[in-house]
């Protein structure tokens, strides 16, 4: 006689495991399912926390409401971080030294964020933000503060600068790049964005690295740019990009992906691992695109889609048809939308520019492949169809 059934164990209680376990239980699955988390809060949304949370509108954005769990039957275990899987045991190690077993494993640790290079230990007024902890250390520091250097123009850098700067600091923003946001949308949206942070105060400084981040008696004190300037800083947030979270699977016959693919866990197109009955999802996993290449993909509706997949191949139900990539980001006053999949290099057609608010077409060999607009909400989200099949760029222009 066999015993009870170990059901499916999550690693990572963030998004990508609560929608997992939510689209589980909405199709049917009766078999225990627990969550297992590093941090000791429960499953919250992330896009806030350089936002909302950053400003002190929003306290902890939590996924769900605190009955949920028990009313869907689904185990927590929070602030024991997953150390180690065999897949050959069907377990799981935790950071307590207890020991989970598994039927079915989902992997969905997501990513730390980078550390300024160099900076071995932690510094008194330097931030980076990927928890709710980050940020709330963050916010508990902008009311004595005068000045902020943000290093790294990427999304959340973009974000942070422009949340600080409504906090009323005094914001540097400073990128190698020629702009903002050159690596994910190329430079001539970039040059848009950079346009809406000056417009704001913020103190752009692109095309120039960082050297040093001054400190003195344990505390930040300034940033020094290659040229040797120095910007005065009683805070520093460092957004210069994150790593997956997989040392945990060091000896475990887990495969991961290449680093010039974007790393993580190499999944087929459905999710599976390299090992039987292990799936992954979310910022950490690498699936397989239409084209069988290898592609990791950080944005939320990537990983609410990656879910209800991997839950449809857990449950054996019909197959899902991932949708049109969505992501956006709020500065300021002005919510950047991004359909698609516009890469740096494609040709960019900015196709509605009051000064402020925009529109851009990008294309491919003619072939209409994303849509990026500022404050544009409407005419963006009506191009949703366009993407979903072939769409000669001739055609919108």
Not at 125 to 133: E, F, N, P, S
Not at 149 to 165: K, N, P, Q, T, Y
Request: with cysteine; proline share 5%.
């Amino acid at each position: 006689m066999s015993g009870p059934a170990a059901g499916v164990v999550v690693v990572g209680a963030g998004l990508g495991g609560i929608r997992l376990a939510e689209s589980l239980r909405n199709n049917g699955f009766t078999d225990p399912i627990t969550l297992v988390g590093a941090e000791a809060h429960p499953p919250y949304d992330r896009p806030p926390l350089s936002k909302s949370v950053l400003l002190g509108k929003d306290d902890r954005v939590d996924l769900k409401p605190e009955g949920f769990y028990g009313e869907a039957d689904i185990t927590l275990r929070l602030g024991d971080a997953v150390t180690a899987v065999s897949p050959a045991e069907g377990t799981v190690g935790l950071a307590s030294g207890s020991t989970l077993s598994y039927d079915t494993l989902v992997l969905a640790t997501g990513l730390d964020p980078r550390p300024f290079p160099g900076l071995t230990e932690s510094i008194a007024g330097v931030h980076t933000i990927r928890t709710y902890d980050d940020a709330v250390a963050l916010r508990g520091e902008i009311d004595s503060a005068r000045t902020a250097v943000v290093i790294g123009a990427g999304f959340i850098g973009c974000e942070v600068a422009a949340s600080l700067c409504s906090r009323g600091l005094g914001v540097s923003l400073v990128e190698p790049a020629p702009t903002p946001l050159a690596a994910a949308l190329g430079e001539r949206i970039g040059a848009l964005v950079s346009r809406l942070h000056t417009a704001n105060g913020v103190d752009l400084r692109t095309g120039i690295g960082v050297e040093e981040i001054v400190v003195s008696q344990g505390r930040v004190r300034a940033v020094k740019l290659a040229d040797g300037t120095e910007l005065p800083a009683d805070i520093v947030v460092v957004g210069i990009g994150s790593t997956p979270v997989t040392g945990y699977l060091d000896g475990s016959g887990i495969e991961l992906a290449a680093r010039e693919s974007g790393g993580g866990i190499a999944c087929d197109a459905t999710g599976h691992t390299s090992a039987e009955n292990v799936y992954a999802l979310g910022d950490v996993a690498n699936w397989r695109d239409d084209d069988d290449k290898p592609v990791r993909v950080e944005h939320w509706n990537h990983t609410v889609e990656q879910a209800s997949i991997v839950a449809h191949q857990i449950t054996g139900g019909d197959a899902v048809t991932a949708s049109v990539s969505y992501f956006w980001s709020d500065q300021f006053d002005v919510k950047i939308q991004v359909l698609g999949a516009p890469r740096p290099d494609d040709e960019v057609h900015v196709v509605d520019d009051d000064g402020k608010k925009f529109v851009a077409y990008y294309s491919r060999d003619g072939i209409l492949t994303g849509v990026v607009g500022a404050g544009k909400v409407g005419a963006v989200m009506k191009t949703r169809a366009k993407l979903q099949t072939p769409t000669p760029i001739a055609d919108l222009l």
